[in-house]
């Protein structure tokens, strides 16, 4: 698979710019199924409603942080883990690390909106301001997240937490990527988890049968124990993760330096390009991983290209 291939496809088929490369496997996945079947079943909401993503459990790992002397939390950890040097794994120890220590002595919203956010408020700040001037135009992403936690006060955290993603994550990332990509292959998906029913019932169920310690969907592979094989219940969360920090320094690299350049960047007039340019070097030189806001630039950039021109 060429990924400059698939990149034009992505944009043409979302009509926004969605930056979530995980598009690229549901594409090809979706692509794959339309051979057999014209509708499918999808696990869509399982994560959200049974407490299914690690985030849920970094929650906990975060609690047991902050009992920790401040000297180890504040200074010699965040200190140790800043010097990890990075990888450009698919979703590596030292970026979830990282993301980890960035967040894990903030309140319970604001941890979890670390392990979310790409562009936080700093990085919009640099990003946007200086180029157009036009950064106080721009909404507070975590006040979308606030205004949903705040209409389940009184309940427990992890479940207003995954209301949080419920509400936000869910529609606006994973439904929004697999409708676009299995209707460009002319697939119908359902996902049976959003059944109403199934959808109330399960914010009914106790917190600790969800997480369970740190086993994520515990009451919903309880139930199935006896129908799956031990390796689908046991084995390994993978996700649908593609090698872009890996794909940016290779198969991507023109195509980084051709959409992003510092003369076709200040000509769009909405970035500020010396910013960007810092950003790719710090990527390719192994600074930092970048590749998530990179790649969100690049779908930015084709996007603005295709329909706005």
Not at 38 to 51: I, Q, S
Not at 52 to 69: D, M, Q, V
Not at 180 to 201: G, I, Q
Request: aromatic share 14%; net charge positive; proline share 5%.
């Amino acid at each position: 698979m060429n990924p400059a291939e698939i990149l034009p496809k992505l944009v043409y088929h979302f009509d926004e710019p969605f930056a979530d490369f995980s598009a690229i496997p549901v594409y090809y996945l979706s692509e794959m199924t339309r051979r057999h079947v014209t509708v499918a079943l999808g696990g869509d909401g399982g994560d959200e409603l049974f407490a299914g993503y690690e985030t849920y459990s970094a929650y906990i790992y975060a609690n047991l942080y902050k009992l920790l002397p401040g000297v180890l939390s504040r200074r010699i950890i965040p200190w140790g883990v800043s010097r990890l040097p990075v990888s450009l794994d698919r979703v590596s120890f030292d970026y979830k690390a990282k993301r980890f220590v960035k967040g894990a002595l903030l309140p319970p919203l604001e941890g979890h909106y670390r392990w979310k956010v790409i562009f936080d408020e700093d990085a919009k700040r640099d990003l946007c301001y200086q180029s157009s001037g036009r950064y106080n135009e721009i909404d507070d992403s975590f006040e979308v997240m606030r205004g949903y936690y705040e209409e389940t006060e009184g309940m427990d955290t992890l479940s207003r937490l995954q209301y949080v993603d419920f509400k936000a994550y869910l529609p606006d990332d994973i439904l929004t990527k697999v409708d676009r990509m299995s209707m460009a292959n002319s697939l119908e998906v359902r996902p049976p988890f959003l059944d109403h029913n199934v959808a109330e019932y399960s914010f009914r169920i106790p917190a600790n049968l969800r997480l369970h310690g740190f086993k994520k969907k515990y009451i919903l592979k309880s139930i199935m124990r006896d129908r799956l094989p031990q390796k689908v219940l046991h084995g390994k969360k993978r996700g649908f993760n593609v090698p872009v920090p890996k794909w940016l320094l290779n198969e991507l690299h023109n195509v980084v330096h051709d959409l992003l350049s510092v003369e076709k960047i200040r000509k769009q007039g909405f970035f500020n390009a010396d910013y960007v340019k810092r950003m790719v070097e710090d990527h390719e030189k192994l600074r930092a991983d970048f590749s998530r806001n990179i790649w969100g630039l690049l779908i930015f950039t084709l996007w603005h290209d295709r329909w706005m021109k």
